[in-house]
């Protein structure tokens, strides 16, 4: 599967999981807390899978691991 912007939504899913990780939170507690499944969440953060995301779903994301959403472009 192409994307456009593939190596971008690689990118988001990294520094994901790294604010997570920072905060002390496991994906599947970041997955309730924002409300999405915890496949979904594994996916997107997995360096060698494209995912894409809502900007809902990343505008959800940054504000559970409250930071900027600038801060995971």
Same mark, same amino acid.
């Given at each position: ?10 990118? +988001?899913?990294?520094? +994901? ?16 807390? @924002?409300? +999405? ?6 996916? +997107?953060?997995?360096?060698?899978? @494209? ?5 809902? @779903? ?16």
């Amino acid at each position: 599967m192409s994307f456009k912007h593939s190596e971008r939504y690689k990118l +988001i899913g990294i520094k +994901i999981s790294k604010y997570r990780m920072k905060r002390g939170l496991t994906q599947e507690q970041l997955a309730n807390d @924002v409300g +999405i499944s915890y496949s979904y969440l594994t996916q +997107i953060e997995a360096p060698n899978v @494209v995912k894409k995301m809502s900007l809902e @779903v990343l505008f959800d994301i940054a504000d559970t691991l409250n930071v900027n959403i600038k801060d995971l472009l």
